[in-house]
């Protein structure tokens, strides 16, 4: 049994438009460089739940926040994350309609998988890991071994996607099969070979 293990952003979705995180900016009056660079600066802390939403938003716009304009940024920032890549939403949907065993591991703090959860692409993903619910993020190999463990398999039955080289290269060194996403056409190829080796 194989394990197909999607990553979730730049992969089942769209990166995330600049213009989306900027907008957040502009909502809190925010400098948009300054923001966008708190953005990513706290975001693997946030990411592995070392961080709530309150102490996120906080470090990344460098002043106390409300509680409303928390649900705020959180919204926002689901709503960013929500465009798909419909030609690798597309192949998921095949190889969920061929009941392949698939699964979703992202980074990403509660606050956002409660979010994307809501998401019918995603909801048809039984098997789903975000980091801010493990407590461990990629490319750590914990996160690896403990989904493999999780799904009842071993990390040599898994193959995983992402869209980061570091990411991948974590998951290889976890002794799962790794694809570097650039593309669902390049996927669906590498895919189709590995599936048939």
Same mark, same amino acid.
């Given at each position: 049994m194989t394990w197909i293990v999607f990553d979730y952003g730049g992969v089942l979705s769209l990166p995330?438009?600049? !213009?989306?995180?900027?907008?957040?900016?502009?909502?809190?009056?925010?400098?948009?460089? &300054?923001?966008? *660079?708190?953005?990513?600066?706290?975001?693997?802390? @946030?990411?592995? !739940?070392?961080?709530?939403p309150h102490a996120y938003w906080a470090a990344v716009l460098g002043r106390s926040v409300t509680h409303s304009e928390v649900a705020r940024l959180v919204a926002m920032d689901v709503a960013g994350w929500a465009h798909p890549d419909r030609g690798t939403v597309a192949l998921l949907g095949e190889l969920l309609a061929d009941d392949r065993d698939v699964a979703l591991l992202s980074n990403a703090p509660v606050c956002l998988g409660d979010g994307l959860d809501?998401?019918?692409?995603?909801?048809?993903?039984?098997?789903? @890991? #975000?980091?801010?619910?493990? =407590?461990?993020?990629?490319?750590? *190999?914990?996160? #690896?071994?403990?989904?493999?463990? &999780?799904?009842?398999?071993?990390?040599?039955?898994?193959?995983?996607?992402?869209?980061?080289?570091?990411?991948?290269?974590?998951?290889?060194?976890?002794?799962?099969? =790794?694809?570097?996403?650039?593309?669902?056409?390049?996927?669906?190829?590498?895919?189709? !070979?590995v599936l048939a080796a």
């Open positions: 995330q438009p600049e !213009a989306d995180t900027l907008e957040m900016a502009r909502a809190m009056n925010a400098e948009p460089e &300054a923001f966008l *660079r708190g953005y990513w600066q706290h975001r693997l802390d @946030f990411d592995r !739940a070392d961080l709530t809501e998401l019918p692409w995603i909801a048809a993903i039984e098997r789903r @890991f #975000y980091s801010g619910r493990m =407590g461990l993020v990629k490319p750590d *190999r914990e996160i #690896y071994d403990e989904v493999a463990r &999780a799904l009842g398999t071993e990390p040599a039955e898994c193959v995983f996607i992402d869209d980061r080289p570091e990411n991948v290269e974590g998951a290889e060194r976890a002794g799962m099969t =790794g694809l570097l996403y650039t593309g669902s056409a390049d996927l669906r190829a590498d895919l189709r !070979a």
